[in-house]
């Protein structure tokens, strides 16, 4: 019994210093510059400990079981929607965010979070055509265009060379995209066109995949992908490092595009909204946010970002859009069950290959 | 020819029909005979009803009688048994013997019995080869074996026997004596020529020992002085072993039905040993 | 008295601890999973609340849509069929594999036992993610396949993100599972049998068939089961190594967990999964026991 007391109060005071001056981020793989984090420690005289998921679906699922201890999470828009939704978050104190104010105000104040009672614009990235410049240079197929993707005509001279996002909501988008629908229409007709658009240029595609497509792209098995932006950036930057005689560049298909911001949020369960608070108001400098940039090409909402950032990746359309690129992107919205389910109906259809 | 092996070797998988269906099914027989012959071999072990019964749920002898049984169903015209009652306890063992010697009656072929049992090879012959390193040392009838061994290892092989080793010193017309080492001169009968000065050993069986408190009757050739050392009662015999003077240990055994015998030596005793001289085995070295 | 009490109280401490785990990590998790399939999905994901209004909010929505919906019968037919073929190749692999470990020396087997584990102490993941590597277009495999292909005059077929991919990496995954209990079972074997089969007139062929292979049932089962079950459940390497209709049935549910976030009909499948697997299972069983006749066989085939 006594080994027992002892025992329980090891794991108290092991409980109790792990609360201490920690701040738990649960974050996309590879989201975050080293260098930002270790500047972050200093300043807060704090430690920051990572967790790291793959999609915004193993993030709400987590939550959804119930998941705790987490201080920031930084969801994609929708994601954050349905966060909300379910009462996952905790409102922030935009007093303690002094530098919200470098944010472009065109992502703030968005539909998915009015007036950002919960969220702050961290980074973004768009669903995009990404192409091994000399195959398909070579094969003098377009790539400002979904048609690329979907339409035979062009898919077949690149059979077994291509893939797409394995994720519903993506591929859907790209398709109604290219459709002339809104990539967030729910017209289930519509739906059903997307469906008879993907079966039809799928024997083509090699596989639906979302994580080895920047490996694949880089050795140069694979030609063409549906992909986001930042990977699409670290597929080249692979292939420049490994020596390849080819690029990996950004297609902007001209019918519009996904795009995807990922917001900064506090967990409602936040062990330490005060760290979490720091944490943003940190992220949000331009020196920081720039940083991440730097490191993964990803797009930047922080105006005072801009002169931090490397040129080459300033110039780069599928990161910084023009005005004419930035009024075709989207953002995907959150689904209601309903729709949900038959998302997915017709996406078990589409793979079962009937 | 087949075998039946030391652990029946039966299939654990498939039932007695089964099993003695294997070698039938194996030599391509018409599937329309087999139940007939299947049957026909249960009947000759005495298994009939027994057929759909599986390996485990059978006694040690019937498990023996299956593998006969599978070994039979072909008619092969000869059956090698490899110590096939070696795993069964005593009694048992004498009745399977008894029940082998029938079946062989019955099935009229040829049985090979390796065993290395002398007492179950003299039960259950007709004639005997006893192996000695790979070498056949003789093929006889048991008796003939056991009687007259045509060497010294079969003679010690099937049963006990004393091995008296000497030197010939007269030979006469079938008569010969030997002068035996720490006994003395030992008269034995035989129809071999030999002559004096060869080697020769004479093979004693035991129970062909009298053994008498004082110098008896002369009746016998061979007489003896000598102490008993060990004796073993074992019920209807009784095992003694005698020292002579000159130091030559032999063994002697005494039916405990004799007549009349009311004594029993204790170790210490002085007895006389004697023999006639057609109850040792004369053999050329 | 006290004797008897400190029996009781000893069976429990055995029976006690096992019993507590199957309940905590096998009994709850299914009555949760169980429940979870009559409730609604929750707007934001998860489950709706179960107390609506003063009323329960149980239902069959989820198994409607299962049977009614004939594409999910068709997915799970298509991945019964890979876990079939999975468990095929696993086992003409494994069956000379185990039977070459069982037949060798104490020393060998050792080695050749270890060798068939030695997977086991890299990550499952690394090892699916070698085999993009190993069936990538420029490696030597596809070269050599496709090489061949060209002399014969046919156009090059893709290895990596195909069903043949998927089916290759099943088969490596699960393999050790098949030897492991094949081996156990053989390596039992009474050499007299095939002595005395020989004796009879048997053949290699028929002392295989007739002897060596229907003792060998009981393994041969466990090691099915064994394959058969994850198999048939999997979804990691469809989503990695399969090509665009390589899905199957572990993917849907995870899909429902995770994009679709309709946690009511996941479990339903999953379910469904279960009690596909347990029934197979149960079959499988049954039919040992039909074609051994008793469940002692093996040990008998000892004596």
């Known amino acids: 019994m006594k080994r027992f007391v002892s025992l329980l109060a090891l794991a108290v005071i092991a409980l109790t210093a792990n609360a201490k001056d920690q701040l738990h981020l649960y974050n996309w793989n590879n989201y975050i510059a080293p260098e930002t984090v270790k500047r972050f420690e200093e300043q807060c005289k704090c430690e920051v400990v990572q967790t790291y998921y793959s999609d915004n679906e193993e993030l709400l699922a987590k939550l959804a079981a119930g998941a705790k201890g987490y201080d920031v999470l930084v969801p994609t828009s929708n994601a954050v929607q349905a966060l909300i939704k379910g009462g996952q978050l905790k409102p922030i104190d935009k007093s303690q965010l002094p530098n919200l104010k470098n944010i472009d105000p065109a992502y703030l104040n968005t539909p998915f979070d009015p007036d950002n009672k919960y969220s702050v614009p961290y980074a973004m990235s768009l669903t995009v055509i990404g192409y091994n410049d000399q195959k398909i240079k070579e094969l003098g197929l377009p790539t400002d265009t979904w048609a690329v993707v979907f339409d035979p005509k062009y898919v077949e001279k690149i059979k077994g060379r291509v893939t797409v996002l394995d994720s519903s909501s993506e591929l859907f988008a790209a398709a109604l995209k290219h459709l002339g629908y809104s990539s967030t229409d729910v017209e289930e007709a519509h739906w059903k066109q997307a469906v008879d658009l993907i079966k039809k240029a799928k024997p083509f595609w090699a596989a639906f995949n979302a994580s080895s497509y920047i ?63 720091k944490f943003m108001n940190f992220m949000l400098e331009g020196r920081n946010s720039a ?61 079962a290959g009937r | 020819m087949r075998t039946v092996f030391q652990s029946y070797a039966l299939f654990p998988h498939m039932t007695v029909e089964g099993n003695i269906a294997f070698p039938l099914q194996m030599a391509k027989t018409p599937a329309a005979e087999i139940p007939g012959k299947v049957e026909e071999a249960l009947a000759d072990v005495r298994l009939l009803g027994f057929g759909k019964r599986y390996p485990h749920e059978l006694s040690g002898g019937q498990k023996q009688r299956v593998a006969i049984g599978r070994a039979l169903v072909t008619h092969p015209t000869m059956l090698l048994l490899d110590e096939p009652l070696a795993a069964l306890d005593a009694k048992l063992r004498e009745e399977m013997q008894i029940e082998l010697i ?10 090979v019995y390796v065993t290395h049992d002398h007492t179950e090879a003299l039960a259950l012959s007709h004639r005997i080869a006893v192996m000695n390193k790979g070498r056949v040392e003789q093929v006889d009838q048991p008796s003939k074996l056991y009687n007259f061994p045509s060497t010294r290892f079969v003679a010690d092989f099937i049963g006990t026997c004393n091995l008296l080793d000497g030197v010939v010193i007269a030979a006469e017309s079938g008569t010969v004596t030997i002068e035996v080492e720490g006994l003395g001169p030992v008269r034995a009968t035989t129809m071999l020529r030999t002559a004096a ?82 109850a040792g085995h004369f053999l050329d070295s | 008295m006290a004797a008897r009490s400190d029996g009781r109280l000893g069976k429990w401490l055995v029976i006690g601890p096992p019993l507590a785990y199957l309940l905590v990590f096998f009994a709850a998790p299914a009555l949760i999973m169980a429940l979870a399939s009559f409730r609604t999905p929750g707007e934001f994901g998860g489950l709706s609340p179960l107390l609506e209004n003063g009323k329960i909010d149980l239902n069959l929505d989820s198994y409607a849509r299962f049977f009614t919906d004939s594409i999910y019968a068709q997915i799970f037919l298509k991945s019964v069929w890979y876990a079939l073929l999975t468990t095929l190749f696993c086992l003409l692999l494994a069956y000379p594999l185990a039977t070459l470990i069982a037949k060798s020396g104490k020393r060998h087997r050792d080695l050749l036992l270890l060798l068939v584990i030695l997977p086991f102490w890299s990550n499952f993941l690394i090892r699916v993610y070698a085999w993009m590597i190993i069936l990538g277009p420029n490696a030597a495999l596809a070269r050599m396949v496709n090489g061949v292909l060209a002399w014969v005059g046919h156009e090059p077929v893709p290895l990596l993100f195909s069903s043949f991919a998927v089916l290759i990496c099943l088969v490596y995954v699960h393999l050790p599972f098949m030897v492991l209990p094949l081996y ?54 469809p989503d990695i190594l399969g090509g665009p209709e390589d899905s199957l049935i572990g993917n849907v549910i995870k899909q429902q967990f995770l994009e679709t976030r309709d946690w009511p009909f996941g479990s339903v499948l999953s379910i469904v999964l279960t009690v596909a697997a347990l029934a197979i299972a149960g079959f499988a069983a049954w039919v040992a026991r039909g074609s051994l006749g008793t469940p002692s066989s093996a040990g008998e085939a000892r004596a």
């Open chain 1, 215 to 277: 490996k694949e792209l880089t050795v140069g098995n694979i030609w063409l992908v549906h992909g986001y932006s930042n990977d699409i950036f670290q597929a080249n930057l692979d292939a420049q490092a490994a020596g390849r005689p080819f690029h990996i560049l950004h297609g902007l298909p001209k019918e519009g595009a996904v795009l995807a911001v990922d917001n900064m949020v506090i967990h409602k369960d936040a062990p330490r909204p005060d760290l979490a608070h």
């Open chain 2, 197 to 278: 000065g060869a080697r020769a050993t004479i093979a004693l069986r035991p129970e062909k020992i009298r053994i008498e408190p004082t110098a008896a009757d002369a009746v016998c050739e061979n007489r003896f002085q000598g102490t008993i050392t060990d004796f073993l009662y074992l019920g209807d015999v009784t095992v003694y072993r005698v020292s002579t003077p000159g130091g030559k240990k032999l063994e002697a055994l005494l039916a405990n039905s004799e007549a009349g015998r009311t004594e029993f030596f204790e170790s210490g005793n002085t007895v006389t040993m004697s023999w006639p001289a057609d």
């Open chain 3, 184 to 237: 156990a079972n053989l390596e039992k074997h009474d050499q007299a049998l095939l002595d005395a089969a020989q004796d009879l007139g048997a053949n290699a062929w028929q002392r295989f068939w007739r002897i060596t292979f229907p003792l060998s049932l009981p393994g041969v089962y466990a090691g099915a089961a064994l394959v058969f079950i994850p198999a048939l459940g999997i979804f990691a390497i």
């Open chain 2, 102 to 111: 029938n079946l062989q009656k019955e099935v009229g072929i040829t049985f």
């Open chain 1, 291 to 351: 940083e991440l940039t730097n490191l993964i090409g990803s797009g930047n909402p922080n105006k005072e970002a801009i002169k931090y950032i490397k040129p080459e990746i300033l110039k780069n359309l599928a990161i910084f859009p023009d005005k004419a690129m930035t009024s075709k992107l989207e953002q995907l919205k959150d689904m209601t069950p309903a729709q949900r389910r038959l998302r997915n109906r017709m996406w078990t259809e589409i793979k």
